[in-house]
């Protein structure tokens, strides 16, 4: 089995620069938004039907030139299902976050702290990869 999902990992900015990350919590898990694509959905309109879902952010902008894939197995009734998940990079304002009923919480961590937080080593090379490339000059 196939399955393809999108999300996108969430920053906004604080005074000085300073970076905070949105991390979920889902069932003792700690992640970024994300969620299956539906039928004839690209990734972007899956990422932004997503974030809006979880978190009722709506003022999303992009950030060009981030993407990254992760793939992954598990099993569901039984049966190995080949999972690929691909993550974009979005600034927003981070006002009037309102969880879905599938999540417990949410936190705004600065980088350290979200490193330390996300549960999945995916997830902590994703945040890594997203502040190298928000650091980066130009």
Do not use: C
């Not at 927003?92 to 417990?104: D, L, P, R, Y």
């Not at 080593?121 to 997203?130: C, G, K, M, T």
């Amino acid at each position: 089995m196939e399955e393809r999902s999108a999300g996108a990992v969430v920053f906004k900015e604080g005074e000085g620069g300073a970076r905070s990350y949105l991390l979920l919590l889902n069932n003792g898990r700690w992640d970024f938004p994300k969620g299956n694509m539906e039928e004839g959905e690209t990734e972007l309109q899956t990422v932004l039907r997503e974030v809006a879902e979880e978190t009722a952010l709506s003022d999303l902008s992009m950030v060009p030139g981030f993407r990254r894939v992760v793939e992954y197995f598990y099993r569901r009734d039984g049966k190995n299902v080949h999972k690929e998940v691909v993550y974009l990079l979005a600034r927003s304002g981070g006002a009037g976050v309102k969880i879905s009923f599938e999540h417990q919480g949410f936190e705004w961590l600065d980088y350290g702290e979200a490193k330390a937080r996300a549960t999945y080593q995916n997830s902590r090379n994703i945040l890594e990869d997203a502040e190298a490339f928000l650091a980066a000059p130009g």
